[in-house]
């Protein structure tokens, strides 16, 4: 039985449907998250699906207003685990860390929105809890981030014009910089989701 389970992270359309998403370093974040999830199937690891939610606020990670669903052309297999949760780690809030007890589940691979955020947040709390975690920055994706100044109205454009605005990339180095070799290993997708020649 494998001791490894791939994470993959409010892939969601709540992230699609707000106006930042157009900045969004990885739009085909579905086909990357599918090619992981390929390969976990393929070795027989456990794939749990994450949704992240904001019951009763009325915006795009309410459930009630009908985006809390994975983007299309994710769909999670019988008996692959859908979790929501309402803290950004994905362990705080639900039984993930029952679930992956019971499997006997050691190592995770992580994937999801937002790279330095719920990605992130899961990894270094997963590393704490004595998981072995893999990141694979580039099956994550997030969007440009504004100095913590800016104001929460501001529009995309008054973001992306604000030269303290971090892009997707800076993010993504950051985000590695800060996880490998004390909460994660990188991992590129073709290390664990070769392309395989002739498919």
């Known amino acids: ?15 699609r449907v707000r106006p930042n998403w157009s900045a969004v370093d990885h739009p085909d974040i579905a086909d990357r ?3 992981l999830v ?3 199937r393929d070795r027989g690891d456990l794939v749990v699906w994450i949704l992240h939610t904001e019951p009763g606020t009325g915006g795009a990670f309410d459930p009630a207003e009908g ?10 297999a019988a008996g692959e685990p859908v979790i929501a949760k309402t803290s950004h780690n994905a362990f705080t809030t639900t039984n993930l860390q029952q679930l992956l007890t019971q499997r006997g589940i050691r190592e995770l691979v992580i994937s999801g929105i937002r790279t330095e955020q719920c990605c ?6 997963a590393s704490d809890l004595g998981y072995d975690v893999v ?3 580039e099956a994550t994706a997030t969007t440009p981030l504004p100095h913590w100044t800016m104001p929460a109205d501001a529009t995309l454009e008054e973001i992306l014009a604000d030269p303290r605005t971090l892009s997707p990339a800076v ?21 664990i989701a070769p392309v395989l020649v002739g498919s």
Do not use: C, K, W
């Not at 039985?1 to 969601?12: C, G, H, K, N, P």
């Not at 590695?176 to 991992?187: D, K, M, Q, S």
């Open 135 to 137: 990141f694979v920055t």
């Open 1 to 15: 039985m494998s001791q490894t389970a791939l994470i993959v992270i409010d892939v969601q359309e709540s992230f």
């Open 171 to 191: 993010i993504a180095e950051r985000t590695e910089y800060a996880l490998a070799g004390r909460f994660a290993t990188i991992r590129t997708l073709d290390e």
């Open 38 to 40: 390929a390969a976990a």
């Open 67 to 76: 985006h809390v669903r994975l983007i299309e052309g994710l769909t999670p």
């Open 33 to 35: 998250v599918n090619r």
């Open 120 to 125: 992130e947040t899961t990894t270094r709390v």
